[in-house]
């Protein structure tokens, strides 16, 4: 069975990036309000996505970088461990400063923790952030944490009730109509006496075989005479067992 992996995230910005930029750039990825991502950067760890392999999960990991959030790429289990560490309710540096002087342009790297044993996963640093998706771009993020859509608003319906009124409790919904009485003639019914036979018997004659010609045998008599079966010519000269 396959193993399942979760994007997971806790607010950690590419160095150089603006807390606005990337929040900026995760909603536009999203393709949600501002509003509706600002969860995502309260400093605990949130799963962007799961239950997915790991090649899709570092193509999630590598558009969230573009966008200048650092992400991890974990296994359920390790995922369960950093919720429950204490190092998890810890506040990213990147959210109570952000950083101001980007590095000289080094191409950016990522650290994918999917085959990782600590508890703590160890952190990624991209010195910049390219504005591009490249090979990535249109691709489809989705997430269990929130909806990534509004809902449409569905107008109330139409009804037009101004032929309908409401009568009094009690009062019969449909009027009731009088069944007469079925008039049925018995005048040349009559009951009997209890134990009256109520159609005449009649007597069945009397049924008579000839058995003079039938005898009984002895127990054990063959009964039909039995006839010898010739015993069939078959060639087995060309048949062999291996």
Request: net charge negative.
């Amino acid at each position: 069975m396959a193993e399942h992996y979760v994007v997971a995230f806790n607010g950690q910005l590419a160095e150089g990036k603006s807390l606005d930029v990337v929040k900026q750039g995760v909603a536009q990825l999203f393709k949600v309000d501002v509003t509706k991502i600002e969860h995502l950067f309260k400093g605990q760890w949130v799963p962007i996505k799961k239950g997915i392999d790991q090649l899709t999960a570092e193509k999630y990991q590598r558009a969230l970088a573009k966008m200048g959030a650092i992400c991890q790429v974990v296994s359920a289990s390790q995922f369960a461990e950093m919720k429950a560490s204490p190092a998890a309710t810890e506040r990213s540096p990147a959210l109570d400063k952000e950083a101001t002087a980007p590095a000289e342009k080094p191409a950016f790297a990522y650290t994918s923790l999917a085959t990782s044993t600590e508890t703590e996963p160890e952190r990624s640093v991209i010195k910049e952030a390219p504005t591009g998706l490249g090979e990535l771009e249109g691709i489809a993020v989705e997430a269990s944490w929130d909806h990534l859509e509004e809902p449409d608003e569905t107008p109330p319906p139409q009804v037009d009730l101004s032929g309908v009124v409401l009568a009094e409790r009690g009062t019969d919904l449909v009027e009731h109509q009088n069944i007469p009485d079925l008039d049925v003639d018995t005048s040349e019914l009559s009951l009997d006496a209890l134990g009256v036979d109520m159609a005449e018997h009649q007597e069945v004659a009397e049924l008579k075989v000839d058995t003079s010609a039938m005898v009984l045998d002895e127990p054990g008599v063959i009964i039909v005479e039995h006839h010898e079966v010739e015993k069939p010519d078959i060639d087995t000269s060309k048949i062999s067992l291996e």
